[in-house]
């Protein structure tokens, strides 16, 4: 197993050389501008980043696990508004207010229990309906936003709680709560991915559906499975960041999905499915943030920021493209 | 006698599935709002469709050839811009504007279709890279800026968004006929069917002597054509544009193509179905409009209709209801 | 044969039909346990389908299914492996980027708690499988990196996994070599030994009559009757199969060997193949015979310009040419029907006709418009001239026979009357009357002047339509044999690189 | 933060540059400025409209120490929890554009910004002048577009044009409010529905003039902008010259220059000790048909 860890590694080499490129680049082009006082290459700084990364990370490792099945989920971005509605909404429920402090578990619970509930509803209509994922979901992005804006108007949905907020910003070496959120669900789904039947499973229907079914696994129920995670995720990542902020706009999450998918296809996972592993998505997320942040460090204005990444992700394509080359001996197709 | 005609009705139907979720639907909304149907009414909403429209078609073209175009928003804000741009720029004026802008939206269609075709990279990531730097590229021309037309009497420009012929707007015309032009281009020339051949097998495509990093640039040089169509057609309508007017459109725009019926996996779609996709999400967010709906309240029943119009089509065809999925 | 015993598993009176074709009419079947029983029939005769209706893949209309005289409904894969029925299906059914033994143990993976793969179980058995199956990879290899033919070896290694009634085999040896048949055989006998009872479907007579002990017949998706083995032959089959007997003699009235259409010299590419040198004149078949791996397919690639060579030339009629892509080698005269059909061959989702015509669609016009009258003659042209089976020349490709399938990409490529016609392995899968068709198509492109290369993994087909046959080992060219002097042994011995095949 | 000798580096992250000229026009003239003072090195960033990069944007710029922050927040109750960890950090923190909720005054230095509430209710009065002027306010009919939904402008605007409105004018009707998206294509698409369904329009109300001018397009094509009195805000050039052509009745003067220019020497007044008030707001006026020429035409 460790090896085919280590083969993968280097299977998903570009995304780590591009890593290491950027961490030297603003290193560099940062101190040369001298805009500010700190390294870019600080270890709190980096430890930071994790946090940031949290958001999209702990969605981008869904996401992973839907590709590699073979589908797509497009309503992530309203899922995590949503769960985040309801567990702001949920402290002031008369049930659980007079909790105090204790209601904070409740709420997450309800904003959880809504993310299985919206990737109950994803997976079930895939599975029983038959309709392709990328539509019921790109349906299913509206629906909920919908949904969204149906729970409280235009307004944002607003409960600080600043116990809760403390939970957030409560850190172990330097880690905070969300970044050891995204850390432990990357372990967890990725001995999901690499050691259980569902998630070896996942794969095999990912990369040759019909030979799963001929072989008898059952799909429907994978495929339902892999949903609720990613609707439980898509709520945990809400958990995690409102849990901090304490308010959600009704737009709020938009463009997730993009970000995460663009994450989890850097990070190798073929967009046909079958092929990809949750430490590749974990390398493609942390990519992604540093970019964000580097272009932010070294003073990049917006146009340049949107240009460079936009390049960038091509750049990328292009380099795993030539490390993954088969070389002389391969076949022009 | 009757039998075999019903068996005939039978076998239309189930080829065009999505055809009678479409009759359906306006049926329904007829009955609830008169004015629905109501001939102005129809021609405002194909008039506001035929931007989202004309988008469709190109990105039909770029989907059975086997790929995606999530750049198509992002690029109709480019056009738009650089057309309102070139438009008041002194010595221009719309004759020399409207093919400057189109030789560059194809430009960066040919880019696209060169990173996609001939470097074979993944369409879905370079559009999506593409998304971003065109923005870049958009606000670096406009300086973050609107464009507007100064003189709007003075200039014949805005014929494209808001003249009429024949008692039909402009830009519905121009929507029928590109979309007449490329149904026949996909359905009857050698062009056609070699996009559809690459996008069902590319592989076998190729093995049977068909240039498919070719087709597959000229599927973007298409999508691009149509995407500078519809930036002139909203530029024209609006006589300015934010640097943003087609954010957000590029999932509405596939939507609407799969909607139609085309596979994201390739191979598979018409133009005319395509054109029945993009009525459909016309017609659905102007009946709730007309319906009184919240905003939310039409996002909702959006996505209902959606499901079911797919659903229904895809039933037809298999002539179960529920999916044999185990 | 015991036939006091309780049939393993038996259908009566199967219906099933697809949009415009009844597959099956009304058919009924029985096996043994312990008996290898052969399904024949024609190309689309149904013999896949049937066996799908047994595997739970395909719901009849009409009719029962009964495993050990108990009458069972199958509605899924998972329910028929469940009653004892393993199917190894005709075209693979694998996950490339899985394991060698994730794939044979698919859908069956051993568990631990938490739902944890027991891993080491699970290459444990699959070891001793694969050691039983005598090849040459391992448990941990990913199957995408395997050859056809080894990967055709795990979908056989499947059969043993569990303790089947029934084992159901779909052509299993369209890819397979002789050494690998072999194996596959002593596998069959030992399940049949153990009394499971074996559905055997395969289009070689040779094989039939010798691993078989009943032989069912259908024809059109109808029942034609049962034969036992023993008491028949090859003609009585065939007349059944298909209501005329076939003339199989070998039909080598030469032709006039024109001139040299296309030689090769020194070429090599990289690995794969080195410093291959031959000819073929017009009016010849040129046949390539080795073993897997041997480097065939990747010489008929380069020539196609799908492969670019690391060294050597290729002459068409004493012109140096060079060739980058297959446009050029289309333009050149060169055709080649590729080795795998459903990857390399077809657009599954088109037509049959469109599929036929794609190489020259751009001639198919009138105008600036495709022309439906220039490619329908075309179709119906070579629909009857390969006896092709399709409701119609709409039918998607996806929708037609195994065999069908193939004659289809013969028949595009026939359709581009080229001057170097090279098939790889042209009668994968193909039924014996549409085979000797298709080796009597080669001759007789020959004979109009046509220089033909067939690659073939089946020594009675080089032998029967060859004039002169390249023996390969290793990517090199062993030796070039003439019909006159070639003999099987010195044939095999050519390709498994043994020196004899040198002398003789 | 003590008083700073040499020079003071501010950090400010912006809500969405690029989405409309108001913004973009706002950080050119915040740069501009910034330049001109040789004592200010300035950070700038943008977090595209979105919470979350604006919270990861905040805590980079506590990361490198900056003296004193601007933010123009997305959110503005998400952001409190961010703007605490800055105060925490002894970083001043100055809000810029629109404000954020109560629970976070106590982190935060100053606001300075336009008052939208304000502006809604201002809006909501130019459309009943005219109303009385032309005789009609006791029956007509208004439709509202608003902004993006959710956003604290859009809503703060609608909010205060909905409350003022019934008070100046009540038996005015609104009969429906649908949002643009501070597009003016969307608007227009909008207001095309709006006239199909409702046969008497005599007002529309637009959360910005962009999507105001979006409107006017629509009823222009439908051949009923003349019995409209279309009242906009944030003052864009081509409401301006909507209105300099008698098709566009009024909308509110907001400078982005100001805007900008006013949230920067509040961040120095802050770094150098100064006393400032805690609401900032900056004066935007009713702009209408009538008294334009005393407004110079916006340059955005
Ligand atoms: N999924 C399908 N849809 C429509 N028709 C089908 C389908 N599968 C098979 N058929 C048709 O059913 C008939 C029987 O096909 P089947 O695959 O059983 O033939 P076969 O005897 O296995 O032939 P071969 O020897 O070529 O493999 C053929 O006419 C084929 O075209
Ligand atoms: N043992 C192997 N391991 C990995 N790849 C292999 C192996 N054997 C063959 N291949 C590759 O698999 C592809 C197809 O293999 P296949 O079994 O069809 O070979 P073949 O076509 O029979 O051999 P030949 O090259 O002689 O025609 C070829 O590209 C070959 O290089
Ligand atoms: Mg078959
Ligand atoms: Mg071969």
Redesign the pocket.
């Known amino acids: 197993m460790q090896r085919e860890t280590l083969k993968n590694l280097l299977k998903n080499g570009a995304i780590w050389g591009f890593i290491v490129l950027e961490l030297v680049f603003f290193q560099v082009v940062g101190s040369v501008l001298s805009l500010s006082e700190t390294a870019f290459i600080d270890p709190d700084n980096m430890l930071l980043l994790l946090k940031q990364s949290a958001p999209i990370g702990i969605i981008a490792v869904g996401m992973t696990v839907i590709m590699i099945n073979g589908n797509i989920d497009l309503s992530v971005g309203a899922t995590y508004a949503l769960a985040g509605i309801v567990m702001l909404d949920s402290m002031t429920w008369p049930i659980f207010v007079g909790l105090g402090d204790w209601a904070i578990p409740f709420a997450w619970l309800m904003a959880l229990l809504t993310g299985c509930a919206l990737g109950l509803i994803n997976g079930l209509i895939v599975w029983k309906t038959g309709v392709d994922a990328f539509i019921v979901t790109l349906g299913a992005m509206l629906g909920f936003r919908g949904l969204v804006f149906m729970y409280n108007g235009q307004q944002p949905t607003y409960h600080l709680n600043w116990t809760m907020v403390d939970i957030a910003e409560w850190g172990v070496f330097g880690l905070q709560t969300s970044a050891l959120v995204f850390i432990g669900v990357s372990l967890l789904v990725w001995l999901m991915m690499t050691r259980t039947v569902h998630g070896r499973n996942a794969y095999a229907i990912g990369n040759n559906r019909e030979a799963a079914v001929n072989a008898g696994i059952r799909v429907g129920p994978h495929i339902l499975i892999n949903f609720v995670l990613i609707g439980f995720l898509a709520a945990l990542s809400a958990v995690a960041f409102y849990s901090g902020s304490g308010s959600v706009n009704p737009n709020d999450g938009m463009l997730f999905e993009l970000w995460a998918i663009t994450a989890v296809v850097l990070g190798g996972t073929k967009l046909a499915g079958g092929a990809g592993s949750i430490v590749g998505t974990f390398g493609g997320v942390i990519a992604i943030q540093l970019l964000r942040k580097g272009l932010g460090h070294i003073g990049a204005q917006t146009e340049t920021v949107n240009l460079v990444i936009g390049l960038i992700l091509i750049a990328v394509l292009l380099l795993d493209k030539q490390l993954n080359r088969q070389g002389q001996q391969e ?1 022009k197709l | 006698m009757a039998e075999t005609n019903l068996k005939a009705l039978g076998g239309l139907l189930a080829r065009q599935g999505i055809l009678v979720a479409f009759v359906v639907f306006m049926i329904a909304f007829a009955l609830w709002n008169p004015r629905f149907i109501e001939i102005d009414n129809v021609f405002s909403v194909i008039r506001s469709s035929a931007i989202l429209g004309v988008m469709a078609l190109g990105v039909t073209f770029v989907v059975i050839g086997g790929n995606l175009d999530l750049s198509v928003g992002s690029l109709l804000s480019f056009s738009a811009i650089v057309v309102l741009d070139l438009h008041e720029t002194p010595g221009f004026g719309p004759a020399l504007a409207i093919p400057a802008m189109y030789a560059m939206t194809m430009g960066i269609g040919a880019v696209i279709g060169f990173l996609v075709g001939y470097l074979k990279l993944n369409s879905l990531i370079v559009t999506l890279g593409m998304l971003s730097a065109i923005h870049g590229l958009t606000l670096t021309w406009s300086g973050g800026q609107n464009m507007d037309i100064a003189n709007q009497q003075e200039t014949w420009f805005g014929i494209f968004g808001r003249g009429t012929a024949l008692g039909i707007p402009i830009p519905v015309l121009m929507f029928g006929l590109l979309a007449a032009v490329l149904a026949i281009i996909l359905a009857k020339t050698p062009f056609g069917r070699k996009v559809y051949a690459v996008g069902g097998n590319g592989t076998a495509a190729t093995f049977s002597g068909i240039p498919r990093a070719r087709v597959v640039f000229f599927t973007y040089i298409i999508s691009s054509f149509c995407v500078a169509t519809a930036g002139l057609i909203q530029a024209s309508r609006t006589m300015g544009a934010q640097n943003t007017v087609g954010q957000g459109m590029e999932l509405e725009v596939l939507a609407a193509v799969i909607l139609g019926g085309a596979s994201l996996l390739g191979g598979s779609g018409t133009v005319f179905k395509t054109v029945i996709g993009v009525l459909i999400l016309g017609f659905i967010q102007n009946g709730l409009l007309l319906a009184g709906l919240e905003f939310y309240v039409q996002f909702v029943v959006t996505w209902i209709i959606i499901i079911l119009a797919v659903w229904l089509d895809i039933a037809t065809k298999r002539g179960k209801l529920w999916s044999p999925i185990a | 044969m015991t036939t006091d015993r309780k049939p393993a598993l038996r259908l009566e009176g199967i219906v099933k039909t697809f949009p415009g074709v009844r597959a099956l009419d009304g058919v009924s079947f029985e096996v043994y346990p312990g008996e290898v029983h052969a399904l024949m029939g024609e190309n689309g005769a149904g013999k896949s389908t049937l066996m799908k209706v047994l595997g739970g893949i395909y719901q009849p209309e009409e009719g029962r299914i009964f495993v050990d005289e108990q009458e069972t409904v199958m509605t899924s894969p998972l329910q028929a492996k469940a009653k004892g029925v393993m199917f190894i299906h005709q075209e693979l059914s694998l996950a490339n980027e899985l394991s060698v033994a994730e794939n044979i143990y698919l859908g069956a993976l051993p568990r631990k708690s938490f739902g944890r793969v027991d891993w080491k179980m699970l290459f444990d058995r699959t070891d001793a499988i694969l050691d039983r199956l005598k090849v ?2 391992n448990a941990r290899t990913l199957v995408g ?6 990967q055709q070896m795990v979908e056989i290694a499947r059969a043993l996994t569990v303790n089947a009634r029934a084992v159901i085999f779909d052509e299993p040896t369209a ?1 397979l ?1 002789d050494a690998e048949k072999v194996v596959l055989f002593e596998v069959i006998e030992s399940l049949q030994a153990e009394g499971v009872g074996i559905v055997y479907i395969s289009h070689r007579m040779e094989e039939i009559f010798k691993m078989t002990d009943r032989i069912s017949v259908l024809r059109d998706g109808s029942y034609r009757g049962t034969l036992t083995t023993a008491e028949t032959n090859e003609d009585e089959v065939t007349n059944m199969m298909i209501g005329r007997s076939l003339d199989l003699s070998r039909n080598h009235a030469h032709a006039e060997l024109g001139d040299v259409a296309l030689q090769v010299e020194g070429l090599s590419c990289h690995a ?2 080195q410093d291959v040198s031959f000819e073929v004149r017009e009016g010849e078949v040129l046949g ?1 015979y ?11 690639e380069t020539l196609f310009g799908l492969r670019t060579p690391s060294a050597g030339k290729i002459f068409l009629k004493g012109q140096e040419i060079r060739i980058h892509s297959p446009i050029q080698a289309i333009q050149n005269g060169i055709s080649l029907v590729p ?2 059909r459903k990857e390399q061959g077809l657009v599954l989702g088109m037509s049959c006709r469109d599929n036929i015509t794609l190489p020259q669609v751009d001639d198919m016009t009138a105008g600036p418009f495709v022309s439906d009258g220039a490619e329908i003659s075309i179709f119906d042209q070579y629909r009857d001239k390969l006896e092709i089976k399709t409701p119609s020349w709409r039918t998607a490709v996806g929708n037609l026979s195994g065999g069908n399938q193939q004659k289809i990409v013969i028949g595009k490529w026939l359709s581009m009357r080229p001057e170097v016609l090279i098939v ?2 042209p009668t994968r899968g193909i039924d014996v009357g549409s085979k000797a068709e298709i080796h009597n198509l080669l001759r007789d492109l020959a004979k109009q002047g046509y220089a033909v290369i067939v ?1 073939s ?1 089946e020594m009675p087909e080089v032998l029967h339509v060859a004039d002169r046959i390249v023996a ?1 080992y290793h990517g090199k060219v062993i030796r070039t044999f003439t019909a006159e002097e070639v003999t099987e042994d010195s044939l095999i011995q050519a390709i498994s690189g043994i020196e004899g095949g040198k002398a003789a | 933060a003590e008083a700073h000798g040499g020079t003071m580096t501010i950090g400010i992250t912006q809500n969405n540059v690029g989405v409309d000229s108001y913004q973009t026009t706002y950080e050119e003239a915040f740069i501009a400025a910034a330049e001109a003072n040789d004592a200010v090195d300035v950070v700038v960033l943008d977090a595209g409209g979105d919470v979350a990069r604006q919270i990861a944007q905040m805590q980079d710029l506590i990361q490198q120490e900056v003296d004193a922050i601007i933010i123009w927040p997305t959110n503005g109750q998400a952001v409190i929890p961010a703007v605490r960890e800055a105060h925490q950090a002894d970083i001043p923190v100055i809000v810029t554009n629109s404000n954020i909720a109560e629970d976070g005054f106590d982190f935060v230095s100053s606001f300075s910004g336009p008052d939208n509430i304000t502006q809604g209710s201002r809006s909501a009065e130019i459309m009943c002048d005219r109303f009385i002027e032309l005789g009609i306010e006791d029956e007509a009919r208004v439709v509202e577009i608003t902004g993006q939904p959710g956003y604290t402008t859009a809503i703060e605007r609608s909010d205060g044009f909905q409350d003022r409105l019934p008070e100046v004018c009540p038996n005015v009707t609104l009969v429906d409010s649908q949002p643009g998206n501070w597009n003016r294509e969307d608007s227009q698409r909008v207001m095309e529905a709006f006239l199909t369904q409702y046969d008497d329009i005599d007002g529309v109300y637009s959360g910005d003039d962009n999507m105001g001018v979006g409107a006017l397009n629509a009823a222009i094509a439908a051949d009923r902008a003349e019995g409209i009195t279309f009242v906009g805000a944030t003052n864009f050039a081509v409401g301006y010259d909507a209105m300099g052509r008698g098709e566009y009745w009024g909308s509110i003067y907001q400078s982005p220059v100001d805007d900008a220019e006013a949230a920067l020497q509040t961040a120095i007044d802050v770094l150098n000790g100064e006393e400032v008030p805690f609401l900032n707001y900056f004066d935007t006026p009713k702009i209408t048909q009538d008294n334009m020429d005393e407004f110079d035409r916006p340059v955005f």
């Not at chain 3, 990196?145 to 080894?150: P, T």
């Not at chain 3, 080795?290 to 010489?299: F, Q, S, W, Y």
């Open positions: 076949l | 040459g990879f990196d395997l050859s056809i033919a080894n890819s070599t794969l193949f390539f080795g073993l897997v791996g041997a480097g065939r397919t990747e010489i008929a080795e795998s790889d392995e690659i993994s390969m």
